[in-house]
């Protein structure tokens, strides 16, 4: 008898074990999703500010290959006067 409740016991901890691996893998993957989730809003919330950010320093300042363009056209146009 005493080998019979033995091997009982004993595969009811090996079932137990597996029943709680499951468990704990069910939670992992659960909070893996989660944490997923939450980067990938983060993301795309900094990134609209990101593009935000961008679209309105491009409409308060004319870029910087503009400016060059000018002050180089006045320096030439000063030049072909002179000579």
Do not use: C, I, W
């Amino acid at each position: 008898m005493s080998v019979n409740t033995d091997e009982a016991r004993r595969r009811a901890e090996t079932l137990f074990k597996k029943e709680q691996q499951l468990r704990e893998a069910e939670q992992a993957m659960t909070e893996y999703q989660a944490e997923l989730h939450a980067t990938r809003q983060k993301t795309a919330r900094l990134r609209a500010l990101r593009l935000a950010r961008d679209a309105a320093s491009k409409k308060k300042t004319p870029p910087a290959d503009q400016k060059g363009a000018r002050k180089l056209q006045g320096k030439l146009a000063g030049e072909s006067q002179q000579a």
